[in-house]
């Protein structure tokens, strides 16, 4: 007497589709939550070196300034907002790679609002011989180089000897000994410090030497 082959009931069939279900559910979920941990870690990663490189940018611009440039730093104001901004005019080279070549104007370091919220540190080169219009022309539809972009806060603070104490506006003239940068990354709540120095000019007096005189002639007697 043969028996008859048992076949699977709808009920066993559904509950083995649900454990599949399950289980490829949480495969996935293992998967995406690997995949998400690996592209923060990169792109925090991207952001620690792109700081990086910036900071180290900025000592060697620092440090190598030309004796003639001329420095001011502080906030300026556009449209309502207020950006932390560094000049430095009469600089040549500066800033200058990929750009045309050496540029013995102005560049400008500027704490610009990012899309999206936040800031972004931008640098632009203007030709000294603008005028004032021309300048607010390029301040306002200029070309930036983004050279740091995901930030919260930028604040730029100066040495002064004299009030030995750190300001938040330095006009043109004398150069500070040293520049504090204070900056927030996008997702940090603890702002980054970096100090930099700036060698001092020694103003030299160029005192023209005099010729030796000519010894006089003795007149001749007869």
Do not use: C
């Amino acid at each position: 007497m043969r028996k008859n082959a048992r076949a699977f009931t709808l009920f066993e069939m559904v509950v083995v589709i649900a454990i599949f279900v399950l289980l490829a559910g949480g495969i996935y979920a293992t998967v995406n939550a690997a995949v998400r941990a690996t592209a923060t870690l990169s792109e925090e990663n991207l952001q620690i070196q792109r700081l990086n490189a910036f900071v180290s940018l900025l000592r060697r611009t620092f440090h190598n300034l030309p004796a003639n440039a001329v420095f001011s730093g502080g906030v300026r104001s556009q449209d309502g907002d207020g950006f932390a901004e560094i000049v430095l005019r009469d600089a040549p080279g500066v800033f200058a790679w990929g750009l045309g070549g050496p540029s013995s104007g102005t560049a400008l370091l500027s704490a610009r609002p990012r899309l999206g919220g936040g800031r972004e540190i931008s640098l632009m080169l203007m030709p000294g011989s603008l005028g004032e219009m021309e300048r607010r022309e390029a301040l306002q539809d200029g070309k930036w180089l983004r050279l740091l972009p995901d930030l919260r806060e930028v604040q730029w603070r100066f040495y002064d000897e004299a009030q030995q104490d750190y300001v938040d506006e330095w006009p043109e003239g004398a150069r500070p000994p040293l520049i504090e940068l204070n900056l927030t990354l996008l997702g940090e709540e603890v702002p980054r410090k970096f100090v930099f120095w700036l060698p001092p000019v020694k103003e030299v007096d160029l005192v023209a030497e005099q010729p030796p005189a000519a010894p006089q002639e003795e007149p001749v007697t007869p």
